[in-house]
């Protein structure tokens, strides 16, 4: 499973996963650094019981030998089985070598004819006294042989380190994810919250820190889902309520308009007349809004979508002779089955072709494709500039012309519609030959998964 670093269980995991390796890597280095003190002492220790074990027996055989010039070479009594870590010297006051170990030649070391330890030249060398300060023995170790005991120790000890914080990080992590888990379920259902699904969250077993968050947004899903259905009330009852007032003022208008003789006074009646037919199509579209918004765009039973689209194009001709409406098929020709409403797709496609009807070029015909995978699409040749960003017009009240009659409302209601559908609209602008531009509006719908 990946990583999100940006999110909280991500930060949780990595700023634990550094502490705990600076934190190992701290103790690793302290330890190897106390050890290496210890280790110091313990060679120094044996350096020194080493030398006084063997200052009686090399003086003993010293004054055995005979007496000779050079000085004595000790034989390899170990069979040339030897690491060689430690050697020895036996020197008289004035510096010369008397006895050496077989594996140091007979120049002196470079330690000073003084009891105790001392470091230099790649050895560590203890020095002795004996026969009243007249014999010095020194023996020595090497460095190397320390340096490598240490860093011997050192890996010893980072191995199981090393094996081990990968599966401390893995831990963490398993952890982390899982103390965080109520967190990304609760955040996804926050998520999941909208104008369409404002149910309240039931999550359990949540944290203490966190376990007041649900009820606090449950008590704003209810008082926003109150909020909305009182503007839904109030724009479907002022719609509903003005549209017989309304309608009667229109035929009232009419008949005005005809028994007016005055040009002038005519001319103003037909500009009252597309006024309060503005104010008609307005209050059509709050209404259809409404009824969007209340949620009618399912249906248990399969419709055929290529009949129900035949049939609305036909009532759209014969509504509107002047307006051409080209229907084409993709393919195959055969019936589209969707669990849709048959009302509500009737609505949405209307205002589809409403919509290429009003802002649409009328020498150009609308062109309807449909399908058999389960799209449709409306194409339109722009009468105007479109909006560079063209998803611009699902907003509410977002027109495509302000110079046409229209509420801005047609899009939004079919995108409505279509997400209750189980659908998607996607808007394109698409270049034409002409040099002009062609306004689609290409509707999905999913294949039924019900039985």
């Not at 380190?161 to 899982?178: E, F, N, Q, Y």
């Not at 998607?424 to 698409?430: I, P």
Request: charge should be negative; charged fraction near 20%.
């Amino acid at each position: 499973m990946r990583i999100d670093r940006h999110s909280l269980s991500g930060q949780l995991v990595v700023s634990i996963s550094l502490v705990l390796s600076a934190l190992w890597i701290l103790g690793v280095a302290l330890a190897i650094h106390i050890m290496r003190g210890e280790f110091d002492e313990v060679f120094d220790s044996a350096l020194q019981e080493t030398t006084e074990r063997l200052a009686p027996l090399v003086v003993d055989d010293f004054f055995h030998r005979e007496t000779r010039s050079g000085p004595y070479q000790i034989a390899d009594q170990s069979g040339g089985n030897t690491d060689g870590y430690l050697t020895y010297q036996v020197r008289d006051p004035s510096g010369r070598v008397l006895v050496h170990s077989h594996n140091v030649n007979s120049v002196g070391y470079a330690a000073p004819l003084q009891p105790g330890f001392w470091s230099g030249d790649g050895k560590r060398i203890f020095t002795l006294a004996t026969v009243s300060n007249s014999l010095f023995i020194q023996v020595a170790d090497s460095l190397d042989h320390r340096r490598e005991a240490t860093l011997e120790s050192a890996l010893a000890l980072s191995m199981p380190i090393l094996l081990l914080l990968p599966l401390g990080m893995l831990a963490t992590w398993g952890i982390v994810v899982r103390a965080t888990r109520p967190i990304g379920a609760l955040s996804d259902a926050i998520s999941e919250r909208d104008g369409a699904n404002l149910d309240p969250i039931a999550i359990k077993g949540l944290p203490t820190e966190i376990a007041t968050i649900p009820h606090s947004v449950n008590t704003l899903l209810d008082r926003l889902k109150l909020a909305f259905q009182a503007e839904r009330d109030l724009a479907a009852n002022a719609a509903h309520e003005l549209r017989t007032p309304l309608a009667g003022a229109l035929a009232q208008t009419e008949l005005l308009a005809d028994q007016l003789d005055r040009k002038t006074d005519k001319a103003r009646a037909h500009r009252v007349l597309d006024v309060l037919r503005r104010l008609s199509l307005t209050l059509e579209k709050l209404l259809q809004l409404s009824r969007a918004d209340a949620g009618i765009g399912v249906s248990e039973t399969p419709v055929d979508l290529s009949a129900l689209v035949d049939l609305i194009v036909r009532e759209f001709r014969r509504a509107n002779a002047t307006t051409a409406v080209d229907i084409v098929w993709h393919g195959d020709v055969q019936p589209i089955s969707r669990m849709i409403d048959p009302d509500a797709f009737a609505i949405a496609f209307k205002n589809l072709l409403e919509n290429a009807m009003r802002y649409g070029r009328p020498d150009r015909p609308i062109t309807v494709t449909l399908c058999a995978a389960g799209w449709i699409s409306v194409r339109n040749h722009a009468a105007g500039a479109l909006d560079p960003d063209i998803n611009v017009y699902r907003q509410r009240f977002k027109r495509g012309s302000v110079t046409v009659p229209g509420s801005g409302l047609g899009l939004p209601i079919v995108d409505k519609l279509i997400q209750q559908m189980n659908g998607t609209m996607e808007l394109r602008a698409v270049p034409a030959e002409d040099s002009q531009m062609v306004f689609e509006c290409q509707l999905s719908f999913l294949p039924n998964t019900g039985p």
